[in-house]
């Protein structure tokens, strides 16, 4: 699996930000897909996740009720959709991919086997 970040960039806070996750290698429907971000000094920490067999969604607390994940099968992208941002929000933000499709453990970054190469997203106060 390969994936390709982008969509970074800098916000104003209470901006909104959309992120993309260019997979290929497999189709969608067999690899699960997370979001992760990690500011410099601090651990990597899981967003969202999206679930291969039905698309199911995840989200950690932080990111409920301002993030949507999606993906578009056809086009094996994944989407991260970032509203209301916050200076906290600011850190590089990953997709990475569990190529057997298993459940969306976003406290379990060593589950994901791959990783795209991040793409940072700086939201000013």
């Known amino acids: 699996v390969q994936l390709q970040a982008s969509g970074g960039g800098l916000v104003k806070s209470g901006g909104s930000l959309s992120l993309s996750c260019a997979a290929s290698?497999?189709?969608?429907?067999?690899?699960?897909v997370a979001w992760f971000r990690q500011v410099p000094g601090k651990e990597r920490e899981g967003i969202s996740c999206i679930y291969a067999t039905d698309g199911r969604q995840h989200y950690a607390d932080s990111a409920k009720g301002r993030f949507t994940i999606s993906r578009g099968i056809a086009t094996n992208m994944v989407y991260l959709q970032m509203s209301t941002l916050k200076p906290d929000d600011t850190a590089v933000y990953y997709c990475?991919?569990?190529?057997?499709?298993?459940?969306?453990?976003?406290?379990?970054?060593?589950?994901?086997?791959?990783w795209g190469q991040g793409t940072l997203v700086t939201v000013s106060s």
């Open positions: 290698g497999y189709s969608l429907r067999h690899i699960t």
């Open positions: 990475a991919a569990d190529e057997y499709g298993g459940e969306c453990y976003l406290d379990h970054p060593e589950f994901f086997g791959y």
